[in-house]
């Protein structure tokens, strides 16, 4: 039998749990607030930043939806950085990726106040994550996501052998950076991996961050691994499907999220979480 992750459902808990502690600091005068700056006119990315601009008005934040042209430039785009970097209201700034290829995405996310970089993508945050450095830091929504989904189903790393293909910095490696500080032993694949079924084989927990719908299926899975399909993807009939293939993983995994309604509502309600917690901080001074 394989165990279905319910990530609208954790999700669900976690958007509750941000609502009550938006609550408390609204009545201590402090309405936790975040800019989501979008460049172009990407659709994808358009569905993502509603969705979210409408969870965080629903949990009672103050939400900005900052939308610039396609023709931004670089200086243009580190000016408005630098306006809400010093805004008292905004707690949280999150530059959509992808962005127009006349701007420099190092660069951008270098000029984000580290106590406001609400995706964690700050060299300073990724710093502390892989360091493991003691106190709090924003780190990246989707992996943190996943965290709390495996900890929602007693999903212990600790002593497991994981697997993540894809190494980007918004999931692959900080995906490895938890797992890893959570005791895993950890593996990261990605294009240039030799063998890469085999590699799959071996994992207790399998995080699948790719973009190449159905790349991983049940042949290429340890029976009763947990599988944690991150992927985002078109099939050829333009239907949202998943980088592993649930039908065929169906009674050989021993959980698996699925997509939709799996790793998604992870992220945003994660987001919003971090939003709090940098409102939070921000006020002790932290
Ligand atoms: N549900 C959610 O909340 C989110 C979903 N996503 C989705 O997750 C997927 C990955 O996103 P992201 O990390 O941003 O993507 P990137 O394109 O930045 O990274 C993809 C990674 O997958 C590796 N890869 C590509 N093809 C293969 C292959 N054939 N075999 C093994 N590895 C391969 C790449 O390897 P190499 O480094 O060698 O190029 C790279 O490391 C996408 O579908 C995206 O839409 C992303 C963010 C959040
Ligand atoms: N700076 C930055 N931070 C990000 O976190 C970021 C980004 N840029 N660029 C794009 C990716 C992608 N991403 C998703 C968020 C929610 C869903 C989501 O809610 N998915 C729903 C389905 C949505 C649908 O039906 O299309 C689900 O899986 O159930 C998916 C993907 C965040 N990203």
Do not use: C
Request: no cysteine; aromatic share 2%.
């Amino acid at each position: 039998m394989t165990t279905l992750i319910d990530g609208k459902a954790v999700a669900k808990k976690v958007n509750q749990a941000t609502q009550v502690e938006v609550a408390k600091l609204v009545e201590r005068g402090i309405q936790p607030g975040i800019v989501v700056i979008i460049v172009g006119a990407d659709p994808a990315s358009q569905i993502y930043v509603r969705n979210k601009n409408r969870k965080a008005e629903k949990l009672g934040m103050h939400s900005i939806v900052r939308e610039l042209p396609e023709t931004t430039t670089q200086a243009e785009l580190l000016s408005i950085i630098a306006e809400y970097n010093v805004d008292p209201s905004i707690h949280g700034i999150l530059v959509q990726s992808p962005l127009p290829k006349q701007i420099n995405e190092p660069l951008i996310t270098l000029a984000i106040d580290p106590r406001k970089d609400v995706d964690g993508f700050h060299p300073t945050n990724i710093g502390k994550l892989l360091t493991n450095f003691p106190g709090h830091y924003p780190v990246a929504n989707t992996p943190r996501g996943i965290m709390t989904m495996l900890a929602a189903y007693d999903i212990d790393p600790a002593g497991k052998t994981a697997v993540v293909i894809g190494r980007s910095t918004i999931v692959g490696k900080p995906m490895a950076a938890l797992l890893t500080n959570a005791n895993a032993t950890v593996t990261i694949a990605h294009s240039r991996t030799k063998d890469l079924k085999a590699v799959a084989r071996t994992a207790d927990i399998l995080v699948v961050a790719t973009g190449i719908a159905h790349l991983i299926t049940g042949a290429d899975l340890k029976p009763g691994a947990t599988v944690i399909d991150v992927g985002m993807d078109r099939d050829a009939n333009g239907k949202l499907v998943g980088d592993v293939d649930f039908d065929s993983a169906q009674g050989i995994a021993g959980a698996i999220t699925p997509v939709p309604g799996g790793v998604g509502p992870m992220t945003i309600a994660t987001l919003m979480q971090t939003t709090v917690e940098l409102a939070k901080w921000s006020d002790l001074g932290e």
